[in-house]
């Protein structure tokens, strides 16, 4: 499933095959299942969150949560897709872009890096996904060169911060502990669809500093809005 848009004030009237920007924007990610996309509008706030960051007002937004379904109801139809949005808040541009959903890797195998941002980690906008600029996808890349499918990033102390692409989360003994959130991108999974799935399993979440030792010692389970959540191992 491929296909492109753009939506709001700043469209001219005649759009033809937009590039998506690669630049430090307000992006998101998430799943369009039976036609539908999952959690829009949290989504929605999600970008609207990063432009104020950026000193931007972006009040035209949420009415483009309606076109933007009509649109994926017309493009998808029941399919399932994966929906990549990026604000430009500016120029007054919303791009969605429709991909196949991605598989997760099994097992998806994580190799211990140095989070590429630590100079920033008092940095509040890092929490906004993709004000950062895209550096997710060279370190990804990198890990895959080293042999693994994604990068578990870790802070100066040894700390763990998150993985290129996802929240981590490592379950011991009927507690599933995630990282202290400065520094890492804000997930929409952690807090819209984690606690319903650490109850289910008994899991009491706490945040605090986690070490690479009780990462080994323990489950490791990686999130975000698009994959969903998934266990992987260290190599």
Known sequence: MNGRRRFGPGVPPIDSAPELG????????????????????????RLEAGAAAMGEAVGWLPSMQEPLTDWLEATTGSGEAALRLI?????????A?????????????LIPMRHPLEARLGDPT?????????????????????GGDDALLLWRDGTLAETAIA???????????????????ASLTERL???????????????????????????????????????????
């Open 97 to 109: 872009q429709l991909e196949p959903l991605p598989a997760v890797p099994r097992p998806c195998r």
């Open 126 to 146: 890092t929490g906004h996904k993709g004000l950062s600029g895209p550096w997710g996808k060279a370190t990804l890349a990198e890990a895959q060169r080293k």
């Open 167 to 185: 929240t981590v989360g490592i379950e011991a003994e009927g507690v599933l502990t995630l990282p202290l959130r400065q520094g890492r991108v």
């Open 22 to 45: 690669s630049g430090a924007l307000p992006r998101t990610a998430l799943p369009v299942q039976g036609g539908l996309p999952r959690h829009l509008e949290a989504h929605l706030h």
């Open 87 to 95: 604000l430009d808040p500016r120029a007054g541009i919303l791009t």
């Open 193 to 235: 669809d984690l606690p319903d799935w650490a109850h289910a399993r008994g899991l009491r979440i706490e945040v605090k500093a986690v070490s690479l030792p009780s990462a080994r010692a323990g489950v490791i389970w990686c999130m975000n809005a698009l994959r969903g959540i998934w266990s992987a191992t260290l190599l």
